[in-house]
Structures are given as C-alpha cells and as structure tokens.
C-alpha cells in the first residue's frame, strides 16, 4: 500500500481554493490548529469542508490545516483514526480540543483491513507529525497516561454506548422532575466505569450551551472521592471545550458549597460511590450522616456508579441493604450492569481465578497466552521482572495489601520482605502517582492506584493473607492489617470482623485487577506462598 501523505497550508480561502487532485472528492482525516488549539475531523468534500470551517467564528481562530491523505482509505477508516486523533491530541496536552462528542460514530466495530489502518497506518501519521514537532510525545508515553485512558472521546463498546445513550436518556426525561431521580450503576473492576462517566458529563456540558437542547443551562458535576482520579479528570477538563474544572469536585466540598448557594445543581455524576462516606467525618469537614443521602438531597438527578468489591473503609462501609435503603426512597430505574472487562487482556478462566481468590478458595492457575501471570518465591526477584518490565513497557509497579505501617506524618515508612524495602508511595502533587518515572522504586497502596491501569502490576501479599492448609484457602488475620484508618468505627458494626475480613479481601480484589498484561504475585506468608508455587508447577507440567 502506498505512504500516508500530510499536506499542510495556511487555513485561508486562497489555500482552500487551491486544493486539488483525486482526494478533493476522498475520504480525508484532516486538522486545524494555531499554537494553542486544534480541531479535528473527517469528510469526503474537502473544499466545502474547509470553507464551513472558515466561516464558523471558533474555527476562523486557527492558522493551519493539515490533510492526512492515503489512496486506500474509505469511510470507517477516516472515522477510526479521526477518532484515535482526537484522543492522541487530547493525551499529548500541547492543544486544546475545540471536538464535540461523537456519539454515532463512536463505538468500537471491526471493518476491513482494520489492523493496518488502525495499527500500522496511524503508527506512520504519528511518527510523521512527532518528525514535524505538531506533537509532543510518543505514541507508548500517550498510551500510557491516565488522561488518555479515561478521554471523554474514547470510542464505546456497545454496551458501554447503550449506558451513555441511556444515562442521557434519562437526564433528558427527568430534569424537570419535583422530586430527585436516581439512577444506579454496578460493575466490577475494569469494566469502564469511569470511561462512560467521562463521556457522559462531556456530552451533557455540551448540551447545557445548546439553546434548543432540554439540557440548556444546566449546572452539572462529576464527583469522585478519590484524590488521584479527581486530578486526572481536571486535567481532561483543561484540555477539552465543553469542559471546566469547576465541573469536577470531591463530594464534602459539593456537598458544603451547595449547603452555602441553597440551591440543588442539575445533574450530579458520582464515580466510585464506593467510596462515598456513610458517616460522619469531621476530619474531612463532613458532619452530617451519609455523603449520598446529602448528594441526593442537593440534586435534581444523580448517576451513581458503584462496586461494593472495592469497599476499602469502615467509615465508607457500603452493602446492598445500606445502598437500597437510601435510593429506595426516591425514584429511580432498575439497576444497569456493566460486564465486560477492558483493563485486563485476559481470558474468562483468568479473571475467575482472581475472583475466587478473592473470595479466599485457591484453585488451578489457568493458561493465557496473552496474560502474563507468575508467583514468585522472593519479593526481590518480582521487583527485578517489574523493573524489566517497567524498562521494556512502562508503567509497570510493585503494589501491596496494607500490611506495613504508612504514616501520613511526612516521614518515609518501608514495605520490607526479605532481600526487599522499598518505600512506600509518595504524594506528587497534580502528577498520579504511576505517571511519575521515579515510583517504579516505590511501592503503590490501594488508595495510589485504585481506578487506573498498569501494564504490569507486581501484587505484595503480606502478613494479613496466609493460608488454612485444612480448607485449602486463604486465611485473613485481621489483626496483621496495618491500616487503622480502615477499621476506625469498627465498634458500630456486630459483625466487624466479617466486615474487616471483606475490606481486606477487597483491597486484594483491587490490587490484583491492576494489570492490563500481566500479574505477578508475591506472598509473605511462607504456607500460602508454598501453595501458590506448587500450583504454578503443576501449571507448567500441564503445559508440557
């Protein structure tokens, strides 16, 4: 097949009068830009493209258009990498994005020869534009980012388009409703979540400045109580038009500034509802009784996604019967599943297996030619392979259950094993925690890395997890867990201990479901980790 050709000329009428050859009349992916902003699209009428532009106020502002032409390309080609553009761009933040949501075409779907134009093809129109310094970064630092993972622009599974159509429906339906609506979201770890979410709130900002739209004017936010993700979404926000940072709050200062305004906000998106309180915290400057029951009471509409397998405190202690008893009292719709797993490039038998480990039964280790999973005898040795790892694909780190002391008092506290210390994670300010180079050296905690993706995730089992060689599982001695914060309030619940036992196997389930390419574990207790190494040989003999 022929080379990608990109023709760049100043964005004005003599230059769009000039365009010419058989591509005047082609599919062509093409973009706008000055220093500062881009926009970018497709069309099979170049001239009369450009010219609408031209004649468009935000558009005139840009100085250059860029055409991207290939003799072979057709119109799912142009919307593949049109699309994989707009996500580049956004993830390489030298411009902001003046796209709009592009719902229709967006979902995934397979067309002919799409490995070449998705792969290989736009591989070239990348190195071509990193050769003519429009960008910045590579396409493995891209891809690597957070801010590119989570892209309100990302193309949709069926599902996950059907929820966003639905979530939109929804707000639609019931914005001018007396009483607050809920809607509820479950789905596990690595079902994209937060993927959907960022679309969503994208796309109702977008028709909150449409006069014709019932949205119109409406004053939404996306709430997460989770300090790393909340910076990866304001970063999104200072890269996309629809778009300010303003939009995106942890739930106590939501909460308190609607308290301050008396005036409910419109359509209020809460990721990780998991992690909602569901007590008071006066350290957190929440006093009243439970963060949704205030969410709800200072909302018109709520969209609320939820994993009750990623519950990791007391004092955020959520349960089927605690979640149905708040939203019970309002209306809402039934509850919509989310299934399909993205994160991990892993067959079903894998992710059972980690399911039924962290449901404490300890099976067969299945094959996966395409997932990397190994146990290893020494926690010195799994750091080296990550480190490797690290070195060959980025974004590889050692993370653990929270079994070594870690302060918050500024001073360095050690996860140690044998022939291993490290430090635990530190704080890098708007940086996450992964994205920094440094932290390979470092250890991630649950509160580090919950919601976002490695590549290869190095798993530290420490004193908390053993194993009962009677019942052939694990063992969790709660006593081992080095995270008070987690059990603060214990004394409120009659079955804490269950509760301290599910918030351990929790964080397990979150740490363990990290890797998108591999998995490698390491425990401290000498009985479980035996057992894990015999199943692993018993795995290898198989494949003989």
């Given amino acids: 097949m022929s080379k990608i050709d990109i023709k760049t000329m100043p964005f004005e009428k003599t230059s769009i009068d000039s365009i010419n050859g058989y591509y005047t009349d082609y599919p062509v992916v093409y973009f706008l830009n000055n220093g500062t902003t881009v926009y970018i699209g497709e069309t099979v009428a170049v001239r ?13 502002s840009l100085k250059k258009m860029s055409l991207i032409i290939h003799e072979k390309f057709n119109r799912s ?58 960008v910045d970064n590579s396409r493995s630092t891209i891809e690597n980012k957070d801010i590119f993972k989570l892209s309100p622009f990302k193309e949709l599974s069926i599902e996950q388009l059907e929820l966003q159509q639905k979530i939109i429906e929804v707000c639609k339906q019931h914005i001018n409703d007396d009483e607050p609506f809920v809607f509820l979201i479950k789905g596990e770890a690595g079902v994209g979540k937060s993927v959907v979410l960022s679309s969503v709130i994208n796309k109702i900002q977008e028709l909150s400045k449409e006069k014709s739209s019932s949205l119109n004017n ?8 989770h300090t790393e993700m909340l910076k990866t979404y304001k ?26 305004l008396m005036k409910k906000a419109d359509i209020v998106l809460v990721d990780e509802a998991h992690l909602l309180l569901t007590k008071p915290d006066p350290y957190n400057n929440f006093v009243e009784d439970n963060q949704l029951q205030e969410i709800i009471r200072h909302s018109k509409i709520i969209i609320a996604v939820y994993d009750d397998k990623q519950v990791l405190k007391m004092k955020s202690y959520w349960d089927e019967e605690r979640l149905y008893s708040i939203i019970g009292n309002y209306n809402t719709e039934p509850t919509y599943k989310l299934t399909n797993q993205f994160r991990m ?26 997932y990397d999973i190994k146990i290893f005898e020494s926690a010195a040795t799994m750091y080296d392979v990550i480190q490797k790892m690290n070195k060959d694909y980025g974004l590889a780190r050692i993370v653990s259950t929270f079994d070594y002391i870690h302060k918050k008092d500024n001073q360095e506290y050690y996860v140690e094993e044998d022939n291993f210390k490290l430090p635990w994670n ?21 509160y580090t890395i919950q919601g976002f993706d490695l590549n290869y995730v190095g798993v530290i089992l420490g004193p908390s997890i053993t194993y009962d060689e009677c019942k052939d599982e694990l063992k969790i001695l709660t006593e081992n867990y080095k995270d008070t914060e987690a059990f603060r309030g214990k004394d409120e619940f009659q079955n804490s201990e269950d509760i301290k036992e599910k918030i351990i196997l929790n964080s397990i389930n979150v740490l363990m479901k990290r ?7 390491y425990a401290s207790d000498p009985k479980l980790r035996s057992r894990l190494l015999e199943l692993q040989r018993t795995q290898k003999i198989d494949e003989i």
């Fill in 218 to 225: 409406t004053n939404n936010y996306l709430l997460v109580n």
């Fill in 77 to 134: 080609a142009t919307y593949n990498i049109e699309t994989k553009l707009i996500n580049y761009f956004l993830a390489d933040e030298r411009y902001k994005l003046q796209n709009k949501s592009q719902t229709v075409n967006s979902v995934m779907h397979n067309y002919y020869d799409k490995k070449f134009f998705n792969e290989e093809l736009f591989e070239d129109i990348w190195d071509e534009l990193l050769k003519r310094d429009i």
């Fill in 515 to 521: 890797g998108i390419h591999g998995l490698y574990i």
């Fill in 345 to 370: 490039k892993a067959n079903n038998e894998m992710v059972n297996w980690i399911d039924h480990f962290v449901e404490k039964k300890i099976t067969k280790i299945p094959k996966d030619p395409e």
């Fill in 426 to 446: 530190g704080d890098y300010g708007n940086i996450t925690w992964a994205e920094k180079a440094d932290t390979v050296r470092e250890v991630g905690s649950i």
């Fill in 235 to 260: 970063k999104i926000a200072g890269n996309v038009k629809a778009l300010t940072k303003k939009n995106f709050e942890k739930p106590t200062s939501f909460i308190n500034q609607r308290k301050k």
């Fill in 48 to 60: 009369n493209r450009m010219r609408d532009h031209l004649n468009n106020r935000e558009r005139k």
